[in-house]
């Protein structure tokens, strides 16, 4: 899954992306820097205490960071959403914290007024794509086909929930409607997160300027939200593992920051996490809600899905409580699937096929 980190000037946008990835940026670099995090499980820790495996892999999520989004400047904006076209999710960086030597972006000194400033982007961007394509139709020198005349109907449609300051995501679309514009990646439509950075003393307080405002927007448009504070997010990062967890208790939270929102993505994006064990490796793999055990497979190998024949399916719970997957067989627990059983979160698969 990738997901594009968004920001106006100076909200520290990409010291959240080097936090994700462990990547050191300059952030006044033009270049479009990507890199990887670890979705952090403890059920992967627990599981490879357990099977000592030679390898133990976790989920990962793809992080893009992209330069400053200027409202004033119609070329970067441009380049951004050129760099995010891709993406599955975006994450909205948007800055509480205050430091005298770093200024606010321009007519962004609240929050609330970044978040209004970014979102007004967001559906201009949208607008600008649509209106263009509209014009393209209707000025064509030919007659338009059936698929042309449904577009231009539905694009129509979408101007006017644009036009009202709306975002697309309020839009109930059908399946038929959404190939129709899939190809505009069109940004109103994706899935959203608001990250706040904090500094430590709004973060221990749980309060900054404008949060009302900023939480009352973030229910209206159904949007993901996370608390963050970038500088001690750093602190944490530096410590060993019983330094971290005395550090977290002293805050009196139970995770990181970077641990909490990958719950959030997970959540946002509608993914759920299996696992495979064995002597050779416990892996943590990325799978979208309500897939089916052959989806599983194919996440896996596509050799798997093309040979598919059944799939052994554990609950996390259940070998956790019984200790090992002998007991777990024994009180009758394992399941043997088909193609179409959904999958669930934790569940511990193996797979049968033959290619």
């Known amino acids: 899954m990738k997901i594009g980190i968004i920001g106006l000037p100076q909200v520290g946008k990409t010291t959240i992306f080097s936090l994700l990835t462990g990547i050191e940026v300059d952030p006044y670099s033009p270049i479009h820097q990507k890199g990887v995090a670890k979705v952090y499980d403890k059920r992967v820790d627990i599981l490879s205490?357990?099977?000592?495996?030679?390898?133990?892999?976790?989920a990962t999520l793809e992080f893009y960071d992209t330069p400053s989004l200027d409202p004033s400047d119609k070329k970067s904006r441009t380049q951004v959403f050129n760099m995010v076209q891709n993406a599955d999710a975006l994450l909205l960086v948007l800055r509480a914290f205050k430091n005298d030597s770093v200024p606010y972006p321009e007519n962004g000194e609240t929050a609330f007024k970044q978040l209004k400033l970014a979102l007004d982007e967001f559906i201009f961007r949208d607008l600008e794509i649509i209106t263009n394509r509209i014009e393209?139709?209707?000025?064509?020198?030919?007659?338009?086909?059936?698929?042309?005349?449904?577009?231009?109907?539905?694009?129509?449609?979408?101007?006017?929930?644009?036009?009202?300051?709306?975002?697309?995501?309020?839009?109930?679309?059908?399946?038929?409607?959404?190939?129709?514009?899939?190809?505009?990646?069109?940004?109103?439509?994706?899935?959203?997160?608001?990250?706040?950075?904090?500094?430590?003393?709004?973060?221990?307080?749980?309060?900054?300027?404008?949060?009302?405002e900023v939480l009352e927007l973030v229910k209206e448009y159904n949007f993901a939200y996370i608390e963050l504070c970038g500088l001690m997010e750093k602190e944490i990062q530096e410590l060993d593992e019983e330094e971290r967890a005395e550090f977290l208790k002293d805050l009196g939270i139970e995770q990181t920051g970077i641990e909490r929102l990958s719950k959030v993505v997970y959540d946002q994006l509608g993914l759920i996490s299996f696992f495979t064990v064995g002597p050779d490796e416990v892996r943590a793999w990325t799978l979208k809600k309500k897939s089916t055990a052959v989806e599983?497979?194919?996440?896996?190998?596509?050799d798997l899905a093309r040979g598919f024949i059944k799939a052994e399916v554990i609950k996390y719970k259940d070998l956790i409580e019984l200790g090992s997957e002998k007991e777990v067989k024994e009180k009758g627990l394992m399941k043997l699937v088909g193609k179409e059983h959904i999958i669930e979160d934790g569940d511990i698969i193996t797979i049968r096929f033959n290619v």
């Open 136 to 212: 393209r139709l209707e000025n064509a020198k030919r007659k338009l086909d059936n698929r042309e005349e449904n577009e231009l109907k539905l694009l129509k449609e979408l101007a006017k929930v644009l036009e009202n300051e709306e975002f697309l995501s309020k839009y109930e679309l059908t399946d038929d409607q959404r190939k129709l514009i899939s190809s505009y990646s069109l940004v109103t439509l994706r899935p959203i997160i608001i990250a706040l950075n904090l500094d430590e003393e709004q973060f221990s307080s749980n309060s900054y300027e404008t949060k009302e």
């Open 296 to 302: 599983a497979a194919g996440a896996i190998h596509s």
């Open 49 to 58: 205490k357990m099977y000592n495996p030679k390898k133990t892999t976790y």
